[in-house]
């Protein structure tokens, strides 16, 4: 827009994690196992309930 302002046209706070959802294959396209994929959601919510996180922001995927 010409005032600068970004809008957003959709938000999605619950995406799919099924075997055929874009999320699963966009994992997979990238070398992840679907397990893998959950495992490492998993990794995630616990480094971000953890007092102190181990690195600043963002996604910090590893395919193991």
Do not use: W
């Amino acid at each position: 827009s010409s005032t600068m302002i970004p809008y957003f046209i959709e938000v999605n706070i619950n995406p799919g994690i099924g075997r055929c959802d874009g999320s699963v294959r966009s994992a997979n396209a990238s070398g992840f196992t679907f397990s893998g994929f959950l495992k490492q959601i998993l990794r995630e919510a616990i480094i971000r309930q953890s007092p102190v996180s181990s690195y600043s922001s963002g996604m910090f995927l590893t395919n193991q």
